[in-house]
């Protein structure tokens, strides 16, 4: 392996080596050690309750959006009704956990990698070890719940302003009837694109969480290095969600069509 | 007890230690002076396992720790405190929290009150009482310090280390901080090993001082041997002249 040292493919290598170790780490301090509810819910509060504009703008707007695309198109062949469905199922299964992760991956990870590259180059994280505290359990363990209990609830709540703000826009702008189209939205829109949504979110609140904690940790000295690290931190994150939700999608209808 | 076998550190291509063998017994104070970027707080930082060597062993009460992971040397850490050249202070809490943080983390739990106490008695013990409600970004270098201090003894730790406590501070502030060193190091009867390049501090705060130089120790004597010592590279270092190849201009 030693032709791929100081190359870019070696050099990802190590870093999806090591957040995988971290991801090990974590996982195991969850499982082993007393989570401090203080600061778990100091960053549920920071991740979950201080995201709700972006959350809310996002959801709303997207539904909107989609919304009208989808009813120039069924208004053409008469089946205006059909579209609160499309946006229905698009929220739940796609755009609702996706563009909310993306968005709480602008935000929060962008924010807990510049806090602990500061701390890190500040040398408080080894402050922290010197007073016989793991990093790991006391920055990256809070912030790793947080974000995938944050998540989910984030992107429910995306969901339905999503849902809510199409609704609004078919009825009372477009003149779509509004029985039928809930009736068809309840109808096309089952519980499992709700539960694939939310088991995306999830796992999108630990990518986050995770990337954004590795590239604080390890961040290079200087401000440049801490602003390097956030700007990595925002740009993985994303990336690997996008990535994620294609394989993650994939299986989860894989799973799904065996389950049926 | 700390003991230092054979110790050797490379950053990249830059050599830092190069088979450093050093012994502090307990109780002990010793001053580790040198020049800018000769190794000192690489030294310390491998005393506490914040850094791991390329060669040699470190051993605390006769333990190696260089082979410890992170979890098994929080352990050992317990036994620590130190203070750091910028402080460290965690700037997203108040003085108390700060200080109280070790308590907190501790396995042994101390209920509020005796955590409150404890923290009023370390901010005494520094000279700092009733600062308790401030920030870290209120107080200035030397407080900054001093509280770093507090905490590092508020769990009443075996060995102290300093990372050049003295550094950036005025000279008044200097021997404020050099006879805090003192004070603690009498009341708490802790090992202190105190990193520093200024000659006045080591004179004072060290048993026994010990000169980093070409990577390795090049001198380890008592303060009144180390500062009268003849030598033409300790008397450079102690006089403060530089090489004349060394001229900038």
Known sequence: ?260 | MIEVRQLSKAFGAQKVLADVNLRIESGESVAIIGRSGGGKSVLLKHIIALLQPDAGDVLIDGESIVRMNERQLLRIREKFGMVFQGAALFDSMSVAENVAFPLVRKKKKYTAGEIEKRVAQALEMVDLPGTQKKNPAELSGGMRKRVGLARAIVYEPQILLYDEPTTGLDPIVSDSIDKLIIRVRDHFKVTSVVVTHDMRSARRVGNRVLMLHEKKIYANAAPEEFFASQDPIVRQFIDGVADPQEAIF
């Open chain 1, 1 to 260: 392996m030693k032709f791929l040292a100081g190359s870019w493919v070696g050099d990802w290598l190590t870093g999806l080596g090591r957040i995988a170790a971290l991801a090990v780490e974590a996982t195991v301090s969850l499982l082993t050690l007393k989570v401090s509810w203080r600061d778990l819910l100091y960053q549920i509060y920071f991740i979950g309750i201080k995201s709700q504009s972006v959350v809310i703008i996002t959801g709303g707007f997207t539904g909107m959006v989609l919304g009208v695309s989808a009813y120039i198109q069924f208004h053409k062949i008469k089946m205006d009704t059909a579209t609160l469905a499309v946006v229905g199922v698009s929220m739940c299964d796609e755009l609702g956990p996706v563009l909310t992760a993306l968005m709480v991956a602008g935000r929060v990870g962008a924010a807990i990698a510049a806090e602990i590259g500061t701390m890190r180059v500040t040398e408080q994280i080894d402050a922290l070890r010197t007073l016989a505290t793991h990093p790991v359990d006391y920055l990256v363990v809070p912030r790793l719940l947080a974000s995938t209990l944050a998540l989910p609830l984030l992107t429910i709540e995306s969901i339905t302003i999503g849902i809510g703000a199409s609704y609004l826009v078919g009825v009372y702008l477009l003149g779509i009837d509004p029985v039928y189209s809930w009736y068809n939205m309840l109808k096309y829109t089952g519980n499992i694109d709700l539960i694939f949504g939310l088991i995306k979110a999830f796992v999108y609140g630990g990518i986050i969480a995770l990337i954004g904690c590795y590239k604080g940790m390890s961040c290079s000295v200087g401000a440049q290095g801490v602003g390097r690290a956030t700007t990595e931190a925002v740009v993985y994150s994303s990336i690997t969600i996008l990535i994620t939700n294609f394989f993650l999608t994939l299986i989860l209808q894989r799973v799904a069509t065996m389950g049926l």
